[in-house]
């Protein structure tokens, strides 16, 4: 009995204490006039009401902070854009002028981070900045996103220039000692924070979806009743659409951001930061020594395409780690093996060396043993065979049948640039050759290597220098394991699994018009991609069409049948062969520039001729 009346007596006593502290003790405002703490503030409330009160208030306190957070967010991420506009791009720009190095190629890498650097710092900062001041009164923010964020469109350029800006940021770095001096004299000053120009330049890609994650937190924490959902949930809505590209663009830019990492860790490392590079684990182990059997610390490194042994640096700043070993994937080998002294064991055995390690659980080894297979079976997989890329015959040459059987040539007149190293043919200093195994247009570049074929009488025939990787033996597997670009996508790959697809005739803004290959293909249906002809292996230029204006009203200046996608200052004319034509290609790209997919069956599989005849999918 005596224990129950403590028990009792203890239990009022905590209870009484929290509610003092809920009630009376903890009191505070944030900025804004908004409660900080989570006492009441309300004079009208009385002992009975006032836990309702506090659960609401602290519900109110949550809106306040992530407000708080988008303009904290905004402040920061301003000052990143004025690092690119006014620090990167205008000390690049300012020695270009001199003719050190091309104009235009600071203007290709930083887009248009003007513009960007504009809106932001001029429009929706002032604007957030004002709202927070005065919150008290007028607590919402889904009337300010609702009037700004139809210009986060403006975002679509930079997405799509940015695998481009990173190739001309690497080429000119290279090829310019005073571009590179610049660019690090900046990095190196303490508005850098350490970081490199790439890791600054990825901040535009991100900013889009991180808004749309802070509205949707927003949107969890309002009520349903409250005044501001409805400008909120339809801010959302233009938010969502415009983060399509930047989504489809995060994923390179996290594998570039890691790229980055670990270039630093490695002290700058050869070539680490390259497009095809993908990373795929890394972690420490232990190399166990062939003659004595002891284990030394290492570290991994595994990419799409080499494993990196390593070496610890015990260093409190900078390279952390050096390359002992690079060892390709191409021919590498995983088994798992036994040892008695040393547990979860296996070995990694590749053309330049054989490796023991031990991992430091039975888990963590079946972890790298799986990262391994998987590795191995994809770089396989993408490296087994060569496509012909014809619609008209779905052929394969593997290895094992190069040079066996006589390979269908792909037609001249399919393709305007080499379909190995992606410049553009021409009349005098780049003309059309033949692979005589594998069929493919190649320039005399890519084609100075001879092979003896065993379909003509093992007689040496002019190769392509892929093909002679393959019968020669001597695979190059960096080159042929290279991640493709945006553009180089092949067009009759897309063309197989498209949407829509067809010729018609493009001008941009005032130039000439040309015959274009055009494609909307069903794994990116909010991008158009333009090629010169139906084999091409690369695209001369892509427009994502999310955001874009369509107008098909008839101008006097016009041709039959066409019509324009404009957006801000860009204007893509097109015009078709028949008014039917133009009306198809105008279903898809309707629903296409509102951020919807559209639905089609896949591009027929009739050849050039047929395809051009009929210029578009059958709906």
Known sequence: QWRETIKHTVTKTLAYSLQQLLLGKV???SPGGVSGGLSCCCAKCDANTRSFC???ETNEQKLYNIANELLMTEKAYVSRLNLLDNVFCANLMEEAMKGTFPADVVRNIFSNISSIHVFHAQFLLPDLEKRMSEWSSCPRIGDILLKLTPFLKMYAEYVKNFDNAMELLKLWTEKSPLFKAIIQDIQSQEVCASLTLQHHMLEPVQRVPRYEMLLKDYLKKLPQDASDRHDAEK??????????HSNSA????????????????LGGEGDIVNASNEFIKEGSILKLAARNTSAMERYLFLFNNVLLYCVPKFSLVGQKYTVRTRIGIDGLKVVETSNEDYPHTFQVSGKERSLELQASSEQDKEDWIKAFQETIAIFHQKNETFKTASKEVDVEVSAAELGKRAPRWIRDNEVTMCMKCREPFNALTRRRHHCRACGYVVCWKCSDYKAALEYDNNKVNKVCKDCYSILSGQLDSDERAK???????????????SIVCGFLQYSEKTKPWQKMWCV?????????????APQDVKAQSTIPLLGYAVEDGPRSADVPHSFRLTQSKSVHSFYAESEELKQRWLRVIRVAVIGEV?????????????VEDNGVNNF
């Open 598 to 610: 559209p639905e089609a069956p896949p591009c027929t599989e009739g050849g050039t001729e047929g």
């Open 235 to 244: 801010s959302l809505e233009i938010i969502a659409m415009a983060a399509t």
């Open 250 to 265: 995060i994923r390179k830019t996290e594998n570039l951001k890691k790229l980055l990492e670990i270039h630093e860790m």
């Open 520 to 532: 909307i293909p069903q794994t990116e249906a909010l991008v158009l991609y333009l090629y010169g």
């Open 54 to 56: 506090l659960l609401k």
């Open 27 to 29: 009191r505070g405002t």
């Open 483 to 497: 991640k493709k670009g945006i553009l180089e996508i092949e067009a009759a790959q897309f063309s197989g699994n």
